[in-house]
């Protein structure tokens, strides 16, 4: 990890470069770093007690279970018989127009005119809504507004009163902490500058905006805090290690049998212990040397935090200007919506309204909040590395950003694997359709992109030769395939979850092998795995091997 500071950030403080240049003074000389200083809102683990919504916990190992799938009692939102003015209300002539083909395309009966309303209804719906949602995003939006942002429920008389009660029990307030989110959530929050807008091809917010110029410098300070942290954290355990081996080594040196002939006197050192009292001169030495590094580890950490504090403090001072935020939301928006076309595809259903002729699907098989965490629960349970990322031989569990739009697409999609100024510890962000065939299989085919995009971009240049992505292209050209291989990858990362998981062999051996490698079961599932195939169980056993050969 550089030293160095940034910059940008470092102007902002008002302060110079130097002053965060590496440190030259001895820690003892500086009284060492305080503990409670610098751990005394945190665990004895080091692992922060409380984290923000938006923040990054290093220290969780597993979602959250969900505790309730339904609303309890349900919601009473599409009862009112105004829903549908309501929704409407306000937006001038995009809602007109948007209501006079909806009121066309539903009353249609020949097979073209009906294909022909159906296109400009989609047309039409979407510029309304461009233009309802910065009130959708306000403190106190009107709830059919939000609804139908969240939903694409305009008119609920186009779905069955069944349906109808269906999407009254889905869970409407967000009660788990899990950075899943409606797409109105989503914008709001984007809007209120507490997530950075998403990365496009197109030219950066102006500099005079300055909340977004403020927050990339957030996620630049938070992104060194989070990294020094990852490093405190591996270097204490690094530490912590070689003091069990020099215990270990201790307690084997002071083992004596007794001396025979000899009474209550101990036996001489025997070869292995002498040979193990050689070695604990190169373990103190290492201990030394961890030692040291953890103290420079703590120096980097405590300027890092106190860096992001005073940034958060700058932010806080802009207050709650909407205005400023304008740009970043319309931004967003048309972002969502390019995220949207790509889960349903170019042949696709891209019709945005929910109606009886589309909606086929029970509570549990919609991509609600719960039922989506649900599913991400259930890929780690079988990639227990989905949402981990290396960082100096340590891997970051890091849970992705999660938007849920209202679309018939089959796909989830991956938009960034990463912020673009905090590579190590920042969130990547999917998209997942709320009304897929398949939940599971929407899920997937978004880890998997998340995965190979990952993957690429940390082998930059290299990405067809070195790590994931490198062995599978070699492996996709020896093959002679055609095709994007990336589409290839996500076909077989499915196949990975769903068939190879339980033992049934469908993918190519050396794709099982580079898979079982840089993308390995969780350890549950290969203890099952071990005793239902040879080709599994020679796979296990080479992890074996390679365990063992680790400590020499």
């Given at each position: 990890m550089s030293d160095e500071f940034d910059p940008e950030i470092a102007a902002l403080l008002g302060v110079g470069i130097e002053e965060y240049s590496?440190?030259?003074?001895?820690?003892?000389?500086?009284?060492?770093?305080?503990?409670?200083?610098?751990?005394?809102?945190?665990?004895?683990?080091?692992?922060?007690?409380?984290?923000?919504?938006?923040?990054?916990?290093?220290?969780?190992?597993?979602?959250?279970?969900?505790?309730?799938?339904?609303?309890?009692?349900?919601?009473?939102?599409?009862?009112?018989?105004?829903?549908?003015?309501?929704?409407?209300?306000?937006?001038?002539?995009?809602?007109?127009?948007?209501?006079?083909?909806?009121?066309?395309?539903?009353?249609?009966?020949?097979?073209k005119d009906r294909g022909m309303y159906r296109q400009q209804v989609i047309t039409a719906y979407w510029n309304m809504v461009a233009h309802m949602v910065p009130r959708v995003v306000s403190n106190n939006p009107m709830m059919p507004k939000q609804l139908m942002v969240r939903f694409g429920?305009?008119?609920?008389?186009?779905?069955?009163?069944?349906?109808?009660?269906?999407?009254?029990?889905?869970?409407?307030?967000?009660?788990?902490?899990?950075?899943?989110?409606?797409?109105?959530?989503?914008?709001?929050?984007?809007?209120?500058?507490?997530?950075?807008?998403?990365?496009?091809?197109?030219?950066?917010?102006?500099?005079?905006?300055?909340?977004?110029?403020?927050?990339?410098?957030?996620?630049?300070?938070?992104?060194?805090?989070?990294?020094?942290?990852?490093?405190?954290?591996?270097?204490?355990?690094?530490?912590?290690?070689?003091?069990?081996?020099?215990?270990?080594?201790?307690?084997?040196?002071?083992?004596?049998?007794?001396?025979?002939?000899?009474?209550?006197?101990?036996?001489?050192?025997?070869?292995?212990?002498?040979?193990?009292?050689a070695e604990l001169s190169e373990i103190l030495r290492r201990l030394l040397a961890a030692d040291k590094e953890l103290v420079s580890s703590v120096e980097s950490f405590e300027d890092a935090t106190k860096d992001v504090q005073t940034v958060k403090e700058k932010v806080g001072s802009l207050g709650e200007d909407s205005k400023a935020n304008l740009q970043a939301l319309?931004?967003?928006?048309?972002?969502?919506?390019?995220?949207?076309?790509?889960?349903?595809?170019?042949?696709?259903?891209?019709?945005?309204?929910?109606?009886?002729?589309?909606?086929?699907?029970?509570?549990?098989?919609?991509?609600?909040?719960?039922?989506?965490?649900?599913?991400?629960?259930?890929?780690?349970?079988?990639?227990?590395?989905?949402?981990?990322?290396?960082?100096?031989?340590?891997?970051?569990?890091?849970?992705?950003?999660?938007?849920?739009?209202?679309?018939?697409?089959?796909?989830?999609?991956?938009?960034?694997?990463?912020?673009?100024?905090?590579?190590?510890t920042s969130r990547s962000r999917i998209a997942i359709p709320m009304y897929p065939k398949n939940l599971k299989t929407a899920v997937a085919t978004a880890v998997a992109d998340m995965r190979w995009q990952a993957a690429k971009e940390k082998a930059s240049y290299y990405w067809m030769e070195e790590g994931l992505t490198g062995q599978y292209y070699q492996w996709f050209v020896k093959q002679k395939l055609k095709g994007d291989v990336k589409e290839f990858f996500i076909q077989d990362y499915i196949t990975w979850l769903t068939k190879e998981s339980d033992g049934i062999q469908k993918l190519d051996k050396e794709i099982r092998g580079i898979f079982w490698r840089l993308m390995p079961f969780a350890q549950s599932v290969k203890d099952r795995l071990r005793d239902r195939s040879f080709v599994y169980q020679e796979l296990y056993q080479r992890d074996v091997n390679k365990s063992l050969s680790d400590g020499y």
């Open positions: 590496p440190k030259t003074t001895p820690a003892k000389d500086r009284g060492g770093p305080s503990f409670e200083a610098l751990f005394g809102g945190m665990s004895a683990s080091g692992d922060l007690e409380a984290k923000g919504e938006f923040d990054v916990d290093l220290s969780k190992k597993s979602y959250t279970p969900v505790a309730s799938f339904e609303s309890e009692p349900p919601s009473t939102f599409f009862d009112d018989p105004q829903y549908y003015q309501k929704a409407l209300a306000g937006e001038g002539e995009s809602s007109q127009r948007f209501h006079e083909l909806l009121k066309k395309y539903l009353q249609a009966t020949d097979p429920l305009s008119l609920p008389t186009m779905l069955t009163a069944e349906q109808r009660s269906l999407f009254a029990r889905v869970i409407y307030k967000k009660v788990n902490p899990e950075p899943v989110y409606y797409l109105d959530e989503w914008l709001k929050a984007v809007a209120m500058g507490q997530i950075n807008p998403s990365s496009t091809d197109e030219v950066n917010a102006a500099r005079s905006d300055e909340r977004t110029r403020i927050n990339t410098l957030l996620q630049k300070a938070m992104g060194k805090r989070d990294t020094a942290e990852a490093l405190l954290k591996a270097k204490s355990e690094e530490r912590k290690n070689l003091e069990g081996m020099l215990r270990d080594r201790i307690d084997l040196i002071c083992e004596h049998g007794g001396l025979p002939g000899f009474y209550q006197i101990p036996a001489p050192y025997i070869e292995s212990q002498k040979k193990t009292i319309n931004q967003e928006f048309e972002t969502a919506r390019q995220m949207l076309k790509m889960c349903t595809g170019r042949q696709g259903n891209h019709f945005p309204l929910l109606t009886k002729e589309y909606f086929h699907l029970n509570l549990r098989e919609m991509g609600t909040r719960e039922n989506v965490i649900d599913a991400l629960t259930w890929l780690e349970s079988i990639d227990s590395q989905a949402y981990c990322r290396p960082y100096k031989s340590t891997l970051n569990r890091i849970e992705p950003f999660v938007i849920l739009l209202p679309s018939y697409g089959d796909m989830g999609v991956c938009w960034e694997p990463f912020d673009r100024y905090n590579r190590h």
